[in-house]
Nanobody, 114 residues
Framework: VQLVESGGGLVQPGGSLTLSCATS????????MRWYRQAPGKERELVAH????????AYADSVKGRFTISRDNAKNTVYLQMNSLKPEETAVYYC????????WGQGTQVTVSS
């Protein structure tokens, strides 16, 4: 099982980024997918969730209306569109297949700073 996050970087407050998570080694279309983030000195937190077929989503209250999770089952990839980013959202962002026993990927660093 591999989960490879990408798309992070440095962005100014109020800016946007789209993260990608390319997966392999499991039946992607059978699993709900989640995005998490971990800020320095803080615990990892759930940001967004999408069902296996993409018909259901859920978001942390702090990101509702600004973040959008999506997936392409043909490409075995899940995305996270992030708008109106805030400095406190600086963190390493990770994807995870919900219910799949697998190690975390390396994550992708998102830094929100002017």
């Amino acid at each position: 099982v591999q989960l490879v996050e990408s798309g992070g970087g440095l962005v100014q407050p109020g800016g946007s980024l789209t993260l990608s998570c390319a997966t392999s080694g499991f039946t992607f279309s059978s699993y709900a997918m989640r995005w998490y983030r971990q800020a320095p000195g803080k615990e990892r937190e759930l940001v967004a969730h999408m069902s296996s077929a993409g018909g259901s989503t859920a978001y942390a209250d702090s990101v509702k209306g600004r973040f959008t999770i999506s997936r392409d089952n043909a490409k075995n990839t899940v995305y996270l569109q992030m708008n109106s980013l805030k400095p406190e959202e600086t963190a390493v962002y990770y994807c995870k297949a919900w219910g799949l026993l697998a190690s975390w990927g390396q994550g992708t660093q998102v830094t929100v700073s002017s």
